[in-house]
């Protein structure tokens, strides 16, 4: 998509049912700027009737000065509440929309850095967004227009005046010039920073744990204090450069003052000017100032802005050109991998030369030691590979040119690392779908959840990543989950290693009575009884297939299987001699 077409949608997004409340937001700001700026006229007229002591003069001003204030209370009191409706609104659709746009990413696009950017973003970006942007468009136009209305008005007085105070505003106006480009610089650096060190948050947070029990606070704290004080650096750039354009405003303000007060009394001498007329110029110059102090830093910190909207729609937009995709629904026969080879890193080969075939309702389970390419290949089967050598094909279908979202109501992943969100343990399982009791029912009883239903109640709150649960019981949720898709095809790589023996048993050997349902599962427990009831066995090392066949086939082939059997229930074997012993002490 083109860039100027990404950064527009993403703004688009403020406007979106909100034009009426941005118009009447800046109406009504011009309204309250036009009742201050009008101050000035009632005050010459007030000292007017002093000078001339015209009593009918001074009542009538005493009015102006009722009208005023009637009208300011009421434009400023509208203007607050139209104001902060078109902020509310602008600001809930934009994150909605940056939030759905992330989700619209496929699983191959996101990754750990971009969700630094993303809550960066939620968190610091939003912020200067809502000031800058939303709030400074507003304030941008009315000080447009003070200014305009105001240098008019001081002409209308004393066009020698207005001479003077315009070649006095050139002097902030000349300082943004200069130092706005620095603050955008330093707008953008900001932001960068802030992803870091949010990224570094979450990262030592979410090792607390190890932390404490390694004793690495002190060297962790020296981590989080460098990142700490490159974010706070770049800040102080960005300060600095808004402290000089606001010193410079500040100075042209005094010299503004000073101007006015020498030119009139020198006119009032000549007697082309009254003190009238010269205190108006006084309480004009307030408005000619203003706008000159504040305009160029609202619209550079509005570029600055800009900056930021954009690149969160380069965030948020980006898509991998990724063509036209196949939608499947179904497998009819079979899974095949021919002469497949993938890496991660150019030198690092993960599967090599794989030849399979997976087939329709069968079921398969993996073996190998730790790295030799098991979560690799069902990582493979889930389309999380972009790249890969050789062919890979659900059907006739190459897994590259499958539609991941049809491939996902196809096959589901029970993984290693069991997510669980903040809600109870049926939305954990439903993933906030809807299913039928029976449904329910039947994935809560095959995935071993039975007793832990019964004890907590469906309705038990997970925590935070499932912190309330134990290991095993957050495996079992997370089985549960993939069950009940109903998927054709069901992986499950190492599901339930934190489970107990007679659990895992259990859950396995009923995954394997189910009908119809095509299983790869990655298992490390090697047991003669499960092993028999799956169709092959596939044996990986070092990323090639070592050996296939059924138990029997493999134990007798005395070869790499047979070896990992015998060292696996030898381990079992003294696992249950310890324990035994245990219980014998
Ligand atoms: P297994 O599941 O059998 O233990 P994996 O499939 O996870 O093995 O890993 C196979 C090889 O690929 C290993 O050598 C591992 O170090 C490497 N590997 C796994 N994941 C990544 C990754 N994200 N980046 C780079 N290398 C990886
Ligand atoms: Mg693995």
Known sequence: ????????????????????????????????????????????????????????????????????????LLFSTLLKTIK?????????????????????????????????????????????????????TIMIISYIFMFIVTIAAMALINVTIMLCVLGICIIPVLASLVFGKKLMKKEKETSIENEGFIEQIRDLLGGFYVIKSFKAE?????????????????????????????MTAQL????????????????IFQ?????????????????????????????????????????????????????EKTKISRIDNSIKLSELTVKYEKDKVALKNVNLEFKKGKSYALVGGSGSGKSTLLKLLMGY????????????????????????????????????????????ITMFKEFTEEEIDQAVLVSGLSSLISEKGMEYTCGENGCNLSGGEKQRVSIARCLIKGTPVLLMDEATASLDNA??????????????????????????????????????????????????????????????????NANANANDNAHLAKEVK
């Open 1 to 72: 998509m083109n860039k100027s077409i990404e950064f527009r949608n993403c703004k688009n997004t403020f406007m979106a049912k909100n034009k009426l409340n941005f118009a009447l937001t800046a109406l009504l700001q011009i309204l309250v700027t036009a009742v201050t700026i009008s101050l000035a006229y009632v005050l010459m007229v007030v000292v007017q009737s002093m000078e001339q002591k015209d009593t009918a003069m001074f009542f009538q001003s005493l009015i102006y000065i009722g009208i005023i204030m009637v009208s300011f």
């Open 218 to 246: 002190k060297e962790v704290i020296n981590l989080f204090g460098n990142q700490n004080f490159i974010l706070e650096e770049a800040k102080r750039g960005r300060r600095d450069a808004n402290d000089i354009m606001t």
């Open 252 to 267: 042209s303000s005094v010299l503004v003052l000073v101007v006015i007060l020498i030119l009139g009394i020198i006119f």
């Open 271 to 323: 007697e082309t000017m009254t003190i009238a007329t010269v205190i108006a110029c006084i309480q004009l110059s307030n408005h000619v100032v203003d706008p000159t102090k504040f305009l160029l830093p609202l619209i550079t910190n509005r570029r600055a802005a800009s900056v930021l909207i954009n690149k969160i729609a380069d965030v948020v937009e980006y898509h991998e050109d990724t063509g």
């Open 84 to 136: 902060n409706n078109y902020i509310k609104k602008a600001l809930a659709q934009f994150k909605k929309y940056i939030f759905k746009k992330i989700l619209d990413k496929s699983v191959g696009e996101f990754s750990g850095e971009l969700s630094g950017k993303i809550i960066s973003l939620f968190s610091n970006d939003l912020n200067s967004i809502e000031l800058n942007y939303l709030s400074g």
């Open 503 to 568: 659990t895992a048993f259990q859950v396995e050997n009923d995954i394997l009575d189910m009908d119809m349902l095509t299983r790869i599962i990655v298992t490390h427990r090697l047991q003669e009884q499960l092993l028999n009831k799956y169709d092959e066995i596939i044996v990986l090392k070092d990323g090639a297939l070592e050996e296939q066949g059924g138990f029997d086939n493999l134990m007798n082939a005395k070869g790499y299987f047979y070896s990992l059997y015998n060292v696996a």
């Open 385 to 428: 590979f972009n790249d890969y050598q050789g062919t890979a094909k659900y059907d006739d279908n190459e897994i590259i040119d499958i539609d991941l979202d049809s491939l996902y109501d196809v096959v589901a992943v029970v993984q290693q690392n069991v997510f669980l969100f903040d809600k109870s343990i049926k939305d954990n």
